[in-house]
């Protein structure tokens, strides 16, 4: 799931990425060109509730690509994402 809010002091939008509480095991982290496909940047941490997430600010306006990388190189897409392509997963702000 994404969730998209606005960012404080209109700095942006800040994007939070939440994988359910199953799904995957393992690290996880959150890729794209928000932070230059660098792999672990952005790891998903564990909540009080079960869930992982990560969050990032971005300009308004910019279309996030993106995938998430669990371990062993395992690399998935979000299906909640405005459209997935063979390149990742993309979200329009």
């Given at each position: 799931m994404i969730k998209q809010a606005r960012a404080p002091k209109n700095a942006g939008r800040r994007l939070t990425f939440?994988?359910?509480a199953d799904h995957p095991a393992g690290t996880v982290s959150v890729v794209g060109?928000?932070?230059d496909w660098?792999?672990?940047k952005h790891?998903?941490?564990?909540?009080?509730n079960g869930t992982a997430s990560a969050a990032v600010t971005?300009?308004?306006g910019t279309t996030v690509h993106f995938?998430?990388?669990g371990e062993n190189g395992a690399w998935f897409d979000e299906?909640?994402?405005d459209v997935i392509t063979s390149e990742g997963s993309l979200?329009?702000?």
């Open positions: 939440v994988l359910p060109t928000f932070n660098t792999p672990g790891v998903l941490r564990r909540r009080a971005v300009p308004e995938r998430y990388l299906p909640d994402a979200v329009h702000l």
